[in-house]
Structure formats: C-alpha cells, structure tokens
C-alpha cells in the first residue's frame, strides 16, 4: 500500500533526452499492460513492451499489441501514425479496443508523444506476433492463448 509521504518528493531525473524520453514511457505505465506476466504476476524476461498481456473486459477478451522495433510489431508505424493512434486510437481504418487507454493519453503534446515513440525504437527487437483480428491460439514465447499465437 502507498505509504504517506514524510519528506519531499525528489524531482524525476530529465537532464538528458534519453532519460526524458523513459520517465514519460515510465509515468504513462505502458508496461503495465505491454509488458507480458507470468502466472504469478512476475515481468516475462527479455519480453519488455513485447505484448501478449490479457486483459478481460466486460466487452471481451484483449490482447496487448507488441511495441519493440519488429516486423512482427509496429515496426511500420512513422511517428504520424503512432500520435494519431495514442491520441484517437486508430491505426489507420482499425479502432483499437478501448481498454488501451488513447482516451486519456489524447491530451499529452506531439513532443512527448513523438519522445515516446523514438524511445520504443531504442528497444530490443523481439519477435512476437500479437493480433487481435486473428483467433486466439496458443503461444509458446508469453505461454498466453492470444490472436495470432500460433505463428509465434
Ligand atoms: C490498460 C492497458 C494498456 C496500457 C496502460 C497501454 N496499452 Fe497500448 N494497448 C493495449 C491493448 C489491449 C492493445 C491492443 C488493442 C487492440 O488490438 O484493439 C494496445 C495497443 C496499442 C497500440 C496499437 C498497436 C497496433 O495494434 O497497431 C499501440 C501503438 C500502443 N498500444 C501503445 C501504447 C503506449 C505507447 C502506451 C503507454 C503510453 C500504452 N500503449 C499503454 C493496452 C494498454
């Protein structure tokens, strides 16, 4: 549980643009939902950002998408087409579920978006194709039933 706070908070260290660019990706919690977890709760090693994490809704079963610089993720996007998704949640005619939470990352500014997006080029590519148009089958590299799975 949060514990109340006894002393002042120190500033969040953004001296350089690298650092910047993570304590955005940090304080938005992408890896909350982008980073895949074992049974017991626990981050999947070597799987950072890479998708795979079920989120069961009232409207249905999802899967977050992979982010790192893959073929099998959003190595098509261009920076336009990240902020038009991060702000509207469309990835051209696709509407993304709404549990990717577009509504409430809609006000952030083109220049910490934009940080956003190069910081998820500076990751580790992983291979893992994850895509909620597909049935869902099983996948051995996040050990999640998720579209796509089955090509992983
Ligand atoms: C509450 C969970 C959650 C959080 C937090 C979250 N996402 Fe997502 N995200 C998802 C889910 C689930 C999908 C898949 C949606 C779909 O396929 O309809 C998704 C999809 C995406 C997509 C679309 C990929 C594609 O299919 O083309 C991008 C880009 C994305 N997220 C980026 C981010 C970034 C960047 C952050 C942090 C700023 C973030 N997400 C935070 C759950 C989340």
Known sequence: MPEPLDA???EPNVSTPEKRRKYLVTIAGCTDCHTPQ???????????FAGGFILDVPWGRVA???LPPDPSGISYYDQAM???????????????NPIM???????MTD????????????????RHHVDNTEPPTF?????QTHGGGNQN
């Open 8 to 10: 002042p908070v120190a």
């Open 38 to 48: 074992d049974a017991h709760g626990q981050l999947l090693a070597g799987m950072d």
């Open 64 to 66: 977050s998408a992979s």
């Open 82 to 96: 990240f902020t038009e998704a991060i702000r509207t949640g469309l990835v051209g005619a696709r509407k993304l």
């Open 101 to 107: 939470p577009w509504h409430t990352y809609g006000g």
């Open 111 to 126: 220049e910490d978006i934009g940080a956003m997006f190069v910081y998820l080029k500076t990751l580790k590519p992983v």
């Open 139 to 143: 996948c051995k590299v996040c050990r």
